[in-house]
């Protein structure tokens, strides 16, 4: 027997866009996950400098900001045969990617004709839904505002069959999106989850609080 069986199955973490056009093309799960997660939270307070009274409020939940660095490897699948990466590599991951950063092409191309017959307003079209699932613990709506590519290796065709790509995305909440949305009851339910989890941190630490106390006491009396 090989391996070890015992050992848990690792969920694989995903980027997925939420794109009505076409709902396959912005699907993306890691290959493998990313060792290092950085996050950044801002508060976002409404109280000024000075005023007693609104020091304390908060206007929105804060702002965040998430890190990753994403490995896309063709090498297993050139290894089986796999028709695909041999024909194209990662490229396909590194559109999918990309194109949660793309207008729609049909969408300028509409807005286009519009404009050409004299459309007084042409709404910008409008990007898909991205969601960042890491673990069922946390599915955020995000905006990806910076890729970082970097394109190692390449076929015969110069397809790249290796590449790093850092993602720097900012997330969503219902205060951007609206409650009643899919992004923002998803961001709800996550700060939920989040509650749940800081009361269990703190159920703990009281236990474990009085549990000193009480063990500290009777070493006390019996030394005494």
């Keep these: 027997m090989t391996g070890f069986p015992r050992s848990p199955r690792v969920q694989k973490g995903a980027i997925i866009g939420l794109d009505k056009f076409n709902p396959l093309a912005s699907i ?52 089986q045969g796999d028709a695909l990466a041999e024909s194209l590599g990662v490229y396909p991951a590194l559109a999918s990617l990309e194109m949660l950063l793309y207008p729609k092409s049909v969408a300028v191309i509409a807005n286009e004709v519009l404009k050409a017959a004299g459309a007084v307003e042409v709404i910008p079209p409008e990007a898909p839904l991205t969601l960042f699932y890491w673990g069922i613990k946390r599915l955020l709506p995000v905006r990806i505002n910076t890729l970082t590519i970097n394109e190692q290796h390449f076929d015969p065709n110069l397809n790249p069959i290796h ?12 205060y951007d999106l609206g409650l009643l949305s899919v992004g923002g009851a998803l961001y709800m339910g996550n700060q939920i989850i989040k509650e749940a989890m800081a009361t269990i941190s703190g159920l703990s630490n009281i236990a474990g609080a009085v549990s000193g106390a009480a063990s500290g006491s009777v070493n006390f009396s019996l030394g005494a």
């Excluded at 000075?50 to 896309?72: T, Y």
């Excluded at 590449?163 to 219902?174: N, P």
């Design 28 to 79: 993306v799960i890691f290959q493998y996950n990313p060792e290092t997660l950085s996050r950044t939270l801002t508060a976002q307070t409404s109280g000024e400098a000075g005023d007693e009274e609104e020091a304390l409020r908060l206007k929105a939940p804060p702002k965040e900001s998430i890190q990753v660095k994403i490995e896309l490897d063709a090498a297993d699948q050139l290894e």
């Design 163 to 174: 590449a790093e790509v850092s993602l720097t995305m900012e997330v969503l909440s219902y």
